[in-house]
């Protein structure tokens, strides 16, 4: 199986930093090849705008939805966004490591997402290719992710609410929107509290969820 995690975290020795290394040693262990894409060792640009299209079709107004589709039927994607594209086409897996900031993505993966997913290749406006008959239909994607806070805020009673709400969200409109299927998360609540005893289980469990996906 081929496996994609796009990771987005400053620190390389940071928890997300460990469990994205976890993640390549096991499930290479396990046989799967892996490939990583690293966001901010990349540099990876966060914003999409008008520079990702050096051959607009409409240089009087931007509308990126079009320009994309123009991109692809022309066959003048940069480069960049290009290499991730092909790394989307050969996983059958893709794993988001991350850590939540202000209840959702980092900027430069909400960026990968922006400037990756276009139209034309993750999903078709124009013939409908969406959900069902999503193009990336037949791969699976899972979140993996860190959060400041313990699990408790993140409840119905909590102050922050109840974060399935917001997950079952996003597993509907970034993974399902475009044909994929959404694999259970995998979270770390508040692992700053946490004994080293405690951290060292969540690793196991994270693990475990790995050799089984």
């Known amino acids: 199986m081929n496996v994609l995690i796009v990771y987005a975290h400053p620190e390389p020795e940071s928890l997300n930093g460990t469990l994205k290394e976890l993640a390549v040693d096991t499930l290479k262990k396990e046989g799967h090849q892996v490939q990583v894409s690293d966001l901010y060792a990349l540099k990876f640009k966060a914003v999409l705008d008008e520079t990702d299209f050096p051959e607009r079709m409409n240089r009087e107004l931007f509308n990126p939805i079009m320009e994309q589709l123009n991109s692809i039927e022309k066959d003048v994607i940069p480069q960049e966004i290009k290499q991730q594209m092909d790394k989307v086409l050969w996983a059958d897996v893709l794993i988001f490591q991350f850590p939540i900031w202000w209840s959702n993505f980092p900027a430069i993966l909400k960026g990968w997402f922006d400037r990756v997913f276009y139209n034309g290749f993750a999903f078709n406006l124009a013939d409908m290719q969406l959900y069902d008959n999503?193009?990336?239909?037949?791969?699976?994607?899972?979140?993996?992710?860190?959060?400041?806070?313990?699990?408790?805020?993140?409840?119905?009673?909590?102050?922050?609410?109840?974060?399935?709400?917001?997950?079952?969200?996003?597993?509907?409109?970034?993974?399902?929107?475009?044909?994929?299927?959404?694999?259970?998360?995998?979270?770390?609540?508040?692992?700053?509290?946490?004994?080293?005893?405690?951290?060292?289980?969540?690793?196991?469990?994270?693990?475990?969820?790995?050799?089984?996906?």
């Open 134 to 213: 999503g193009p990336l239909k037949g791969k699976k994607a899972m979140f993996s992710f860190t959060t400041g806070a313990p699990r408790v805020l993140y409840t119905v009673e909590g102050p922050h609410g109840e974060i399935e709400q917001l997950l079952n969200y996003f597993h509907h409109v970034m993974f399902e929107f475009v044909g994929m299927e959404a694999l259970p998360y995998f979270g770390i609540f508040g692992p700053g509290d946490m004994s080293l005893k405690e951290r060292e289980a969540e690793l196991d469990r994270f693990q475990e969820i790995l050799k089984n996906i």
